[in-house]
């Protein structure tokens, strides 16, 4: 009795998928995970674009691009979400997209952003975040962090983005002297875990003074859990900052809907979706301004991002100087 | 007689079917990575030191996980007291428990503001850190010590009551029964077991990575995971996996030379009750043994208890759904888990042949993300990935398994197959009715075991198919991951819990049937 069914069922999908043109997005896991943007956007984007949007989901921006590369040439992926800044290079570029195409708004980066492949469409900054009510000597840069008895807990950079925009950050605020930063630092280090979520519920559980994670960060508590407790430190050599980037695929059989999805990226819609769902600030801020209770958040005076096209060369050099220090 | 070399019986072709599907996703899977690589670095100083730091680790952490495995394994093997069943169960469950959950839990007890420091600060004492070598092997020894304890007490109980029985009215003092009757037993166990969790252990990494306190405790697995992640460099993930394999040769070899197969007697199949422990000191030892035990697996367990009551009815409907399918999806996996080591271990156990056990320890080496990449580079030119999540999780979780599976349904078939099968052969009992009269009944308990384990191990399953999930089809450990990944920490502790107590729930289900009738 089944078999009428699924027969039926096949149909009804060939035929739909004859009339509607299907977009494929490949982006992180916790962009489309019931708590993050992906419902939401995906809802909009098929309110106006006539279409079937489709997500494939992967561990993060470095996952994305090991993806593209076992696909190869039977990547059915149409628009490639959440490259970060460390990763989205000229290289990558060259091999896999193709230029975005779009009329750019005014966006509200914190940097100057011209690239013709490269869409962003949020940002924040690396940071320290620790629990007020338990901490009040809050160090103003990693020279005092190092001084301090404060525990920390971070990411390794070999397996998680934020964890190598700490090695990127340390590096772009100290250069030369970066290995001796992290030399201090090691008996701050409690541990280095795998991935943000594992070093973030150390934190919480109380096993860690601060964490490494987002200025963005405690607008989650705030907002959310209307939990005030949590706050970042403000670095005065400056915060490194991610910039998420999306990008359409040279490869796509749907480049048209691809650019109409990056359009719609850089949107009201889109953008009043992302700070309450990614928890980062949106790429351009929607009419009717960000979430309240960002305010309170941390601004960092100065912005520090090492160019993408220089990025790939200092990160085996970071990398290394990293594991020596704390391999000690 | 020279026809039957070529005549080749189901029993034989369903075997090698069987094998043949592990060989493919373990060598299957590597040899796929291998062929993707179009230049490779080679192995570099870190790669060296990862190497050394994993077989350190693994063999210390083998070495005492089957130490304290086997007084305890004793202890519950001759002791009968209330809340056995439950401890035993309860024994399994680090093992099946994702580890991003297990390690909270842990840390919870042992972390630097967990229940041990708080204890001690109580006294004055000074706090000590479990990060650090001695982190990485408490934590593996929580993991693979109630495995290898499970492991042990299978082959405990299947020593014949006769034995018993004979040695006490021979007067034997129990250091005798132990020289004559259990270490026997134990030098054919045991060495297989060490072997097992040291393997576990080599492919450790997130565990290792989180309580080693940093890059020095860098694994193998750490290394496979950048090369095939940040690199893309698959020539140099197949490379090292290639590593992790010949360690597992190496490991079953040597093993295998240890490994003193002991005559198989005759019993009457009935449950052991012995009397010449019941002294005073032996009841201590062992009531102390239990207890350190119980209180090392299931303090931990509490934390996770505890952490996620909270947040467990505030969990929304896609969590329970998620929870639903990987209930299915583990029940399939224990299916398709029993259809593959049933072949193995009667070809192991009545042809006495090796390698269905060789075949079975390939999938502990395995890495995970090897087995993944290369599923996906065979299946991706022709299916969609997310089309084939389902199935894929199904049997790569059934195959991951199996080694846990033969080496607790090994030894008893092996005693079934040694003591009842000439009576069989005389009655000329073949094939199913065989099967169903003569093994079955027998090899239930260890049955149940693989079954429940199988399932608990599916249901906490979250790293090898991870380039097939579908977004709109993620499992209970996905679910907790993203929820944690969405700072809902409360609610992945809530999730945490749920997924504890279905692992348990299930594994306690199959483990019970399998002992229906046993006092054991």
């Known amino acids: 009795m089944k078999y009428p069914l699924i027969a039926a069922g096949l149909c009804a999908a060939t035929v739909a998928g004859a009339e509607t043109p299907i977009l494929n997005v490949y982006t992180y896991d916790s962009f489309t995970s019931d708590w993050g943007p992906g419902p939401a956007v995906e809802a909009a984007f098929e309110d106006i674009c006539a279409c079937d949007l489709q997500f494939s989901a992967v561990g993060d921006g470095a996952a994305l691009i090991a993806r593209l590369n076992l696909e190869g040439d039977h990547s059915e992926a149409d628009v490639v979400l959440g490259l970060d800044t460390n990763l989205a290079d000229a290289a990558l570029a060259e091999q896999f997209f193709a230029p975005h195409g779009i009329e750019m708004p005014t966006l509200n980066l914190p940097i100057e952003w011209s690239n013709d492949t490269y869409v962003p469409y949020d940002w924040g900054y690396f940071a320290f975040v620790y629990d007020n009510t338990k901490k009040d000597t809050i160090p103003a840069n990693f020279r005092d962090l190092a001084a301090s008895d404060l525990k920390i807990v971070i990411q390794d950079p070999r397996s998680s983005t934020p964890g190598l925009g700490l090695l990127m950050w340390v590096k772009a605020a100290y250069g030369d002297e970066a290995p001796a930063i992290w030399g201090d630092l090691e008996d701050n280090i409690i541990t280095v875990t795998k991935g943000w979520s594992e070093s973030y519920g150390m934190f919480t559980a109380g096993e860690a003074d601060m964490v490494l994670s987002y200025t963005t960060s405690p607008a989650y508590h705030l907002i959310a859990e209307e939990d005030a407790s949590k706050s970042s430190a403000s670095f005065d050599e400056g915060h490194y900052l991610q910039v998420e980037v999306a990008a359409v695929t040279k490869s796509s059989d749907q480049p048209e809907l691809a650019r109409q999805f990056l359009d719609f990226m850089v949107s009201d819609t889109f953008q009043t979706i992302i700070p309450t769902t990614n928890w980062m600030y949106p790429a351009a801020t929607p009419a009717a301004g960000l979430p309240d209770g960002f305010e309170t958040l941390t601004t960092p005076d100065k912005a520090l991002l090492i160019p993408a096209e220089e990025a790939g060369a200092l990160r085996e050099a970071a990398l290394v100087e990293w594991l020596d220090a704390l391999s000690q | 007689m020279a026809r039957r070399a070529f005549t080749i019986s189901p029993l034989g072709l369903w075997g090698a079917a069987s094998a043949a599907l592990l060989l493919f996703l373990t060598l299957g899977t590597l040899l796929a990575v291998a062929m993707k690589a179009e230049f490779t670095q080679g192995l570099g100083r870190a790669d060296i030191s990862a190497l050394c730091f994993t077989l350190t680790q693994a063999f210390f952490s083998a070495l005492l996980s089957v130490a304290f495995a086997i007084p305890v394994a004793r202890a519950l093997a001759r002791r009968q007291f209330w809340g056995r069943q439950i401890l035993i169960t309860l024994l399994g469950a680090?093992?099946?428990?994702?580890?991003?959950?297990?390690?909270?839990?842990?840390?919870?007890?042992?972390?630097?503001?967990?229940?041990?420091?708080?204890?001690?600060?109580?006294?004055?004492?000074?706090?000590?850190?479990?990060?650090?070598?001695?982190?990485?092997?408490?934590?593996?020894?929580?993991?693979?010590?109630?495995?290898?304890?499970?492991?042990?007490?299978?082959?405990?109980?299947?020593?014949?009551?006769?034995?018993?029985?004979?040695?006490?009215?021979?007067?034997?003092?129990?250091?005798?029964?132990?020289?004559?009757?259990?270490?026997?037993?134990?030098?054919?166990?045991?060495?297989?077991?060490?072997?097992?969790?040291f393997l576990i252990c080599t492919t450790s990494f997130a565990v290792a990575l989180t309580l080693g306190g940093g890059p020095r405790a860098t694994t193998l697995e750490l290394a496979i995971y950048q090369a095939l992640r940040s690199d893309f460099d698959p020539g140099k993930a197949a490379l090292l996996s290639s590593i992790q394999f010949a360690l597992c040769t190496l490991a079953a070899l040597i093993a295998w030379y240890f490994t003193k197969q002991q005559s198989t007697a005759a019993g009457f199949d009935r449950v052991v009750q012995r009397t010449d422990v019941n002294t005073l000191p032996l009841r201590m030892i062992d009531a102390s043994v239990i207890a350190f035990a119980a209180m090392f697996v299931i303090l931990p367990l509490a934390m996770v208890v505890e952490r996620g009551l909270s947040g467990i009815l505030t969990l929304p409907s896609v969590v329970w759904v998620a929870a639903l399918r990987s209930v299915v999806m583990a029940l399939a996996s224990s299916a398709v888990m029993l259809a593959l080591v049933l072949p193995l271990a009667l070809i192991a156990a009545r042809r006495r042949k090796a390698w269905p056990e060789a075949v079975a320890y390939l999938s502990v080496s395995a890495s995970p993300l090897v087995i993944g990449t290369g599923l996906f580079i065979l299946l991706n030119p022709y299916f969609s990935p997310r089309d084939l999540a389902l199935p894929i999780t199904i049997f790569v979780n059934a195959a991951m398994s199996i080694p846990f599976a033969l080496r607790a349904l090994l030894p008893e078939v092996r005693a079934v197959e040694a003591t009842w099968s000439p009576l069989a052969d005389q009655l000329g009992m073949r094939g199913m009715a065989r099967f169903r009269l003569m093994l079955l009944p027998r090899i239930r308990r260890p049955m149940g075991f693989a079954l429940g384990l199988t399932a608990a191990l599916s249901m906490g399953d979250l790293g090898v198919v991870a380039l097939f999930a579908d977004p709109d089809a993620g499992t209970l450990p996905l679910m907790i991951f993203r929820l944690m990944g969405a700072y809902r920490m409360e609610q992945a502790a809530g999730a945490a819990l749920l997924l504890l107590m279905l692992s348990l729930t299930m594994f306690m289900g199959f483990d019970r049937g399998g002992r229906q009738n046993a006092a054991t």
């Open chain 2, 94 to 197: 680090p093992f099946i428990l994702p580890v991003i959950v297990a390690v909270l839990g842990l840390l919870a007890v042992f972390g630097r503001n967990g229940l041990f420091n708080q204890t001690l600060a109580m006294f004055g004492i000074e706090t000590v850190s479990i990060y650090g070598f001695s982190g990485v092997l408490l934590a593996h020894v929580f993991f693979n010590l109630p495995l290898a304890t499970r492991l042990i007490l299978q082959a405990w109980l299947a020593i014949p009551s006769e034995r018993y029985r004979l040695a006490q009215s021979l007067g034997f003092h129990p250091n005798d029964v132990f020289r004559q009757i259990e270490l026997p037993m134990l030098r054919e166990v045991v060495p297989g077991i060490f072997a097992i969790v």
